[in-house]
């Protein structure tokens, strides 16, 4: 019966959380490997992801200190989104940053004799120069940027995708000032010195949506980001003359606004009330909060 019960409050605590803004979690049984390790070595390459996406990767290497489950080599190495390579660094909103030193609980999934991360947790946390409600990263070198969007979701309409990718992004003034520029037709992530936002024809697990920042690794300044929406998930419009009412899916502009920020440099934070927070309920409603703009603030 306590089993039952278990099982009872575990399905309504996934009901209530359904999916997170761009951090991918996914069931730890997943793993064929669980691991704690130190990460030996972090090398940052360029190649193309199942999408077509043309991205830099991390290869990290880590060296196994105890197997939690399954057996495996001294040292086991696997690929992330998002690296190095010379000036330029990617920084992606769902995947984490490896730093070598760091010790890990590794949740890895070994298929064909290649590892795949499912999840990490750090064991040995960082202490934290800011506040746990803002995180930066990188900033551009004014307070305006100019994207461009594609605006072919499967909910809406162009003109009411449009309408809500701009409430998301203009919640962030005065601060930052991000303006649509016009539409386009790409798809594809890569570096090209082209700002664009998209819709992607499938549902990536319970990542919603990523943003892929390009930076100056030396001198700290954003160059471009490429913003992707997984339209598996359903969209909804705070205009009624735009969709029904919200029911099992998000607000586009909500999604949208989390996404910007982290266009601008913002990372997550532990803040339940920031749009920061890497978290999202179905149906939620908050968009840019004054502290989120006061983060924003800190760099702009």
């Not at 998002?82 to 909103?93: D, H, K, P, Q, Y």
């Not at 499912?118 to 409600?133: F, H, S, Y």
């Amino acid at each position: 019966m306590k089993k039952l019960v278990i099982l009872f409050f575990l399905f309504i605590f996934l009901a209530t959380f359904p999916g997170l803004a761009d951090k991918t979690v996914r069931d730890p049984e997943e793993a064929t490997h669980i691991l704690v390790g130190e990460v030996a070595e972090v090398e940052g390459y360029y190649d193309y992801n199942e999408y077509g996406d043309y991205l830099i990767f991390s290869r990290v290497t880590v060296r196994v200190d105890k197997e939690l489950k399954g057996r495996a080599e001294k040292f086991v190495a696997f690929s992330v989104e998002g690296g190095e390579v010379g000036e330029l660094g990617l920084r992606v909103s769902n995947t984490p940053v490896f730093k070598k030193g760091q010790v890990h609980k590794f949740y890895l999934k070994k298929l064909n004799a290649v590892y795949k991360l499912i999840k990490q947790e750090k064991l040995q946390p960082e202490v934290k120069a800011q506040t746990v409600c803002c995180l930066t990263f990188a900033k551009w070198p004014s307070t305006t940027a100019t994207f461009y969007l594609n605006p072919n979701c499967n909910d809406m309409t162009s003109s009411c995708t449009y309408s809500e990718i701009d409430l998301g992004s203009g919640s962030w003034q005065p601060v930052f000032n991000l303006v649509i520029g016009g539409t386009t037709s790409l798809t594809k992530v890569r570096q090209d010195y082209q700002n664009i936002v998209f819709f992607r024809k499938v549902k990536g697990g319970s990542t919603i949506a990523v943003t892929y920042t390009w930076y100056n690794r030396t001198t700290g300044i954003i160059i471009e980001f490429d913003m992707m929406f997984y339209d598996g998930w359903k969209y909804f419009s705070f205009n009624n003359n735009c969709t029904t009412a919200c029911n099992g899916g998000f607000y586009l502009s909500v999604i949208a606004a989390h996404e910007f920020g982290h266009a601008i440099g913002i990372d997550h934070n532990d803040c339940p009330t920031s749009i920061m927070y890497p978290y999202a309920d179905y149906c939620e409603t908050g968009l840019v909060q004054s502290d989120d703009r006061a983060c924003a603030a800190t760099i702009y």
